[in-house]
């Protein structure tokens, strides 16, 4: 298990010695706690990173049953200043990080609140106590997720859009942490997007107007009929990609080295390179089935057979647009790519 050193002292030579170990050291107490917050939830990160659950930059706020209304964004969005308002009127399950399974559970992270409230650039960490939040529930269950999008001069009109789960994914991806390093990462995001129902992006003002939003969506939580979802082992969404032919045919197409990729029921697809997210047509995802089920790769005549329609032009722009991304890996045949 990982370990954090931290130091409080008055004598700034042990300070500067304690920093060059490595250990989080100020001779001030706001100082040190503004650096040490991060760096436990980092830690606690690091520790679920293997976990069969999704690693949320989010917070969230919940009703008594634990029914919890998930807010997501960035840095500088308004999470902790919605989660801060909101909690006086609502339980109080995260102002950071939401763990959430594949089944919609929580594990609460009640995290004091990281405040810049002194004037300048240290943040002071108040106890949910100190600022009226609601209690903390033991288990907690995600009932709604909301991308936050504020917008200053948009006054107290709250702006509610569903999204559908590709545009989504497009924007959670980059608020999951370690994603790339789990085992079929956007197939568990997809299962647990479905399962929550529509993710809604909000532009608002002011986060106390959110109030009347998060109450309709705990209460339509508590009226929704009671449901088995289902789980998913942390062994069951990884299919090992297909390996690449150590002697493929100079004229063949193959998948690249992807990290994943999730097709949705409409033939839209989602692909992981690395870190990069992609949301591809259904074009694109026709022709990555087809080099899913050809390891060895295909030709571009070989395409039609399996089931890919598109003109040998329009297949060619394709699939060099995908090789450009590193999606597809070009054929070695210098002739057949010009």
Known sequence: M???????????????????????????LAHLLHDLSPRVTDLALRLRAHHPVALLHAGGVCDEEGNTVVVVGPSGAGKTTAVRRLT????????????????LTIAPYPKPFSVLD?????????????????????TARAAAILVLDRQPGAGSDVLVEELDTLEAMSLLVPQVAFLAGRPGPLGRLAMILDQVGPVRRVRYEEADDLRPLVSTLL??????????????DDRLPFVPRPAANPDPSPSAWR????????????GR???????????LSPAAGAVLR????????????DFAAAGVGLPDEVAVDLLRQLAAVAVVTAPVDAHFRA
């Open 2 to 28: 990982g370990t954090i050193r931290a130091v409080l002292d008055d004598d700034p030579e042990l300070v500067a010695d304690e920093l060059a170990g490595g250990a989080v050291a100020y001779t001030e």
């Open 88 to 103: 006086r009127h609502f339980g109080y399950v995260s102002d950071e990080t939401i763990a959430v399974a594949t089944d």
């Open 118 to 138: 002194r004037g300048d650039a240290w943040k002071t960490q108040h106890a949910p106590d100190e600022l009226d939040a609601g209690p903390t529930p033991a």
């Open 219 to 232: 209460d339509l939580a508590r009226d929704r009929e009671t449901r088995t979802l289902p789980t998913m």
């Open 255 to 266: 998948l690249g080295g992807l990290t994943d990729l999730h097709h949705l029921p409409d």
């Open 269 to 279: 697809t989602a692909v992981l390179v690395d870190d990069q997210f992609l949301a």
């Open 290 to 301: 087809a080099l899913e089920a050809a390891p060895q790769g295909l030709r571009l005549e």
